[in-house]
């Protein structure tokens, strides 16, 4: 079984930069779609981006384009979200998921393999 472990969060100044990083064991890593969620306090969890399992497509959701890149490493079992441009409402706890299907989705129900979260904090 896959586990992941994000790293990378922390706080930042609006307008400032962070790269977080989901660390994969196992040897199956690149037969998962990954991807990035976050939740913000009081809030449902959100999809961020995704990335297939080759790394080449990625789709994000409409409020991070331009600002957010996710790339993946199969050779390290590594994943990341670069974050550029950052600002207050960017403030959420972070995820790393990881789904088997074959059928690319942003709705968090598709995604079984997650981690812990990494806090974000975007002050203005």
């Known amino acids: 079984q896959v586990q992941l472990v994000e790293s990378g969060g922390g706080l930042v100044q609006a307008g400032g930069s962070l790269r977080l990083s989901c660390a994969a064991s196992?040897?199956?890593?690149?037969?998962?779609?990954m991807a990035w969620f976050r939740q913000a306090p009081g809030k449902e969890r959100e999809f961020v981006a995704y990335?297939?399992?080759?790394?080449?497509?990625?789709y994000y959701t409409d409020s991070v384009k331009g600002r957010f890149t996710i790339s993946r490493d199969n050779g390290k079992n590594m994943a990341y979200l670069q974050m550029n441009s950052l600002g207050p409402e960017d403030t959420a706890v972070y995820y790393c998921?990881?789904?088997?299907?074959?059928?690319?989705?942003?709705?968090?129900?598709?995604?079984?393999?997650w981690g812990q979260g990494t806090q974000v904090t975007v002050s203005s």
């Open positions: 998921a990881g789904s088997s299907t074959y059928v690319s989705g942003t709705s968090r129900h598709m995604y079984e393999l």
């Open positions: 196992g040897r199956t890593f690149s037969s998962f779609r």
């Open positions: 990335i297939t399992r080759n790394g080449g497509l990625t």
